[in-house]
């Protein structure tokens, strides 16, 4: 073990050879924590973070335990038990397959509300690294991914049973691997289809991300050949792990060859919500299921397609000569198209209208929102009837017991007080912030330049604002396909999280994008000034020569 002063920070007048010959004789140990020394005073803003976001976490897992549940966590831990018609699921269950069934092999729930932490803030790191890769300073960076390390909303996601945090992951996966490099190598696109491909399966609005990242592939791509085989092979990969949990559910679910079967249901609720049925010309046997403007407001497009009081749920016509009830599916289908062709305008301001929430300066829910409390952390166990309830078979504590153990369900009050006031009183990110990087992301995509000759001046910076600009668009398309694709059927804030994965970041490479084309048109415009001169001096000579006799 060398002694303190061979180990001792180098000053400033020491030689480079000095320098050498004090780590040369330093252990290894002194080595990796001099580096680690090193690595946290480069980057103390995003180790602060870190630190911050572990803290909250850890009072998140011990607040709740063993994990918080939602209305629909069941169907993700029990989905897969087809036999049994009160844990079956028609949601697509990507989520079980790629986390729960395997975890729940050798741990239980609680672990699965570890791994969820644990891979938030795995996120923000590869993120934070992405950012740097890409020539956003340091202090930028970090400030980009604090929203995902102290997000109080992001944190209640990971404490719960829901696919949510794996699918911002599988997105951040796909979005670092296509942005790893300034051009994305063929096997990286193959990891990036496959990871993106795979998001479907977890959360439908995924299929959405094929159509940002296949721009950016054949953007960033050189030659048409390249172009062709880059976005062959990234929608190859994107479609073989939704074809083939598609050929899952048909074959060992029974569930059909679909991702899920709840689309069409959405789908007349958005109409519903939007439809105005005085002027709606519908078949007789529709009627029942447009509702009152009154109705309408109250339930909102959640309450349209799942509340006991929908239309939709009430509308029970008999087949008179059969004896049976006749299935409206069908009609509430047929009924969703009339309004899209009648009345697209109104379903179009509807939508509008829930895509701007996100950008509001306070989380608060509007009439016919799907409660924002569902996302809140509480100082009780929360409890959904009657799908979650305290006592009987459907308590939280029985499912605990169905799904390998863990205990029964219990709060630390404590910690939980801490949480929801923290949660309350500021601890999310403001709709303003969102705002500002969705702005300055596309303000950076309108930083592209053609790509000058190979050798031309200055041609190495206007490939790298071009890579700058080509992803600005891949994130920030990414973020406004998943959020938009989510608030095309219904808003709700849980499906505002992958905002915190995109927008922020894109907001930080697109000031990035803008600041270097702003210097670089500044030095253009400086070096042109200052040759006009020298070419003005010489056209007076030369126009004084030609005017001797």
Request: glycine share 10%.
């Amino acid at each position: 073990m060398t002694n303190r002063t061979e180990i001792a920070a180098p000053s400033a007048s020491r030689e480079p050879a000095d320098v050498g010959a004090v780590v040369e004789t330093g252990s290894r140990l002194d080595r990796v924590l001099w580096a680690v020394t090193g690595t946290l005073r480069q980057h103390w803003l995003l180790g602060l973070l870190l630190a911050a976001g572990l803290v909250l976490r850890a009072v998140a897992q011990v607040g709740y335990e063993p994990a918080l549940l939602f209305i629909d966590s069941k169907k993700y831990i029990f989905g897969t038990d087809f036999t049994s018609t009160d844990w079956g699921s028609f949601d697509p269950l990507g989520y079980s397959l790629l986390v729960l069934r395997p975890v729940l092999e050798f741990a239980d729930l609680a672990f699965v509300a570890l791994v969820q932490h644990v891979l938030g803030m795995a996120m923000a790191v590869a993120l934070y690294v992405l950012m740097l890769r890409r020539g956003v300073a340091r202090w930028l960076a970090a400030l980009a991914v604090a929203p995902v390390l102290l997000d109080a909303y992001q944190l209640n996601a990971e404490q719960t049973i829901m696919p949510d945090v794996l699918f911002e992951l599988l997105l951040v996966a796909g979005i670092v691997l296509l942005l790893w490099q300034r051009r994305p190598a063929l096997g990286l696109i193959v990891l990036a289809g496959l990871a993106l491909g795979a998001s479907a399966p977890v959360r439908q609005v995924g299929e959405v991300l094929i159509v940002p990242a296949l721009i950016y592939v054949l953007a960033a791509s050189r030659g048409w050949r390249t172009r062709l085989l880059n976005g062959a092979v990234l929608t190859f990969c994107f479609v073989l792990p939704v074809v083939g949990y598609m050929g899952y559910s048909a074959v060992v679910l029974h569930y059909g060859f679909e991702l899920s079967n709840m689309g069409d249901a959405y789908l007349y609720g958005r109409t519903a919500h939007a439809a105005d049925c005085a002027t709606l010309k519908i078949p007789a046997d529709e009627r029942p299921l447009c509702p009152s403007p009154s109705v309408a407001a109250s339930l909102g497009v959640d309450g349209l397609v799942n509340n006991a009081d929908a239309p939709r749920v009430l509308y029970q016509p008999v087949n008179i000569q059969l004896g049976v009830l006749v299935d409206t599916l069908p009609l509430q289908k047929q009924f969703a198209y009339s309004v899209l062709k009648q009345q697209p305008l109104r379903v179009a301001g509807d939508i509008a209208k829930d895509s701007v929430k996100i950008f509001a300066l306070t989380r608060n829910t509007q009439q016919g929102d799907t409660p924002i409390s569902r996302w809140q952390f509480q100082t009780s166990y929360p409890y959904f009837k009657p799908g979650i309830t305290h006592y009987g078979p459907n308590s939280a504590s029985n499912v605990f017991a169905r799904a390998g153990g863990g205990g029964y369900a219990r709060v630390n009050l404590t910690a939980a007080t801490a949480l929801r006031d923290y949660q309350l009183d500021g601890g999310y990110t403001p709709g303003p912030v969102f705002l500002v990087g969705l702005l300055v992301g596309l303000a950076g995509i309108f930083t592209y330049r053609r790509r000058r000759a190979s050798g031309a001046p200055g041609a190495h910076g206007s490939a790298e604002s071009q890579g700058l600009a080509l992803a600005c668009l891949l994130i920030t398309g990414s973020g406004v396909a998943v959020l938009f694709g989510a608030d095309l059927y219904e808003f709700s804030w849980r499906y505002q999280l992958p905002a915190l994965i995109t927008l922020p970041i894109a907001g930080a490479l697109g000031a990035t994008a803008v600041v270097r084309y702003v210097r670089a048109r500044r030095v253009s415009t400086g070096a042109h000034a200052v040759r006009r001169p020298a070419l003005g001096t010489g056209e007076l000579a030369t126009a004084g020569s030609e005017q001797v006799p």
